[in-house]
């Protein structure tokens, strides 16, 4: 399934660096999400974004900073990162009411901070 | 904060074998949607349950949501080695809450 595409899929960051991570949906739909998941921890919810408007910030730490230009880009800019953080982060997006629709993930970016 | 209850957290069975996952909720939920994930891969839907005592069919894939709303269980028939991956179920409690996913069942399948 291309519909929902990350860049980039392996990321290697030290903690005082900054990176971005980028996901675009082709499928037309108007909720972004991103994800975190970790080894041995159920996937975690951190922002959502409907019609470029951001809903939800689960109380993410402010090195992880998101930004929705338009319906179908999504980034997640990071700073100052722990190695806690390293995870694989997921994009998705869904159509419709929110939080009731399908997910359309991405393949995923795998963060590892040194 | 939330939690959902899934179970077996691993399971292991030679192929052609029948099984199933579990999730459990002590609230009424809205509806339950579960998804696959191969290993290395990315989380799929796979169905939507909203009514109670729903049953659902995919090929050998069952899926089930209780009476009472508040359990639901994926039951896969004469498993297949390419059904090994992790079995996620997500709660999803109405008034606009987030999905709340469970840990997933990883299966193994031996040929």
């Known amino acids: 399934e291309t519909g929902v595409t990350q860049t980039p899929r392996h990321l290697v960051m030290g903690m005082t660096n900054k990176k971005s991570l980028k996901c675009e949906q082709h499928l037309g739909h108007n909720a972004m999400y991103w994800y975190k998941q970790s080894a041995k921890k159920p996937l975690e919810l951190m922002f959502v974004y409907s019609l470029e408007e951001r809903v939800e910030n689960n109380s993410v730490p402010s090195r992880f900073s998101p930004e929705c230009p338009n319906s179908s880009h999504l980034f997640l800019h990071l700073h100052t990162l722990q190695p806690e953080d390293s995870a694989l982060y997921l994009c998705?997006?869904?159509?419709?009411?929110?939080?009731?629709?399908?997910?359309?993930f991405g393949n995923g970016t795998r963060l590892t901070v040194t | 904060g939330q939690q959902v209850m899934q179970i077996p957290q691993y399971q292991h069975v030679q192929e052609g074998e029948d099984f199933t996952t579990y999730c459990n909720s002590s609230t009424t939920l809205s509806n339950i949607q579960w998804y696959k994930q191969r290993p290395g891969g990315h989380p799929v839907f796979l169905i939507q349950l909203v009514k109670s005592g729903e049953v659902k069919k995919q090929k050998r894939l069952t899926f089930q949501f209780g009476e009472a709303k508040k359990n639901s269980s994926l039951h896969i028939t004469a498993t297949q080695t390419t059904d090994v991956g992790t079995y996620f179920c997500?709660?999803?409690?109405?008034?606009?809450?987030?999905?709340?996913f469970g840990k997933g069942t990883r299966l193994s399948v031996i040929a």
């Open positions: 997500a709660e999803l409690r109405g008034g606009n809450t987030p999905l709340v």
């Open positions: 998705a997006s869904s159509q419709g009411q929110i939080h009731n629709s399908p997910l359309h």
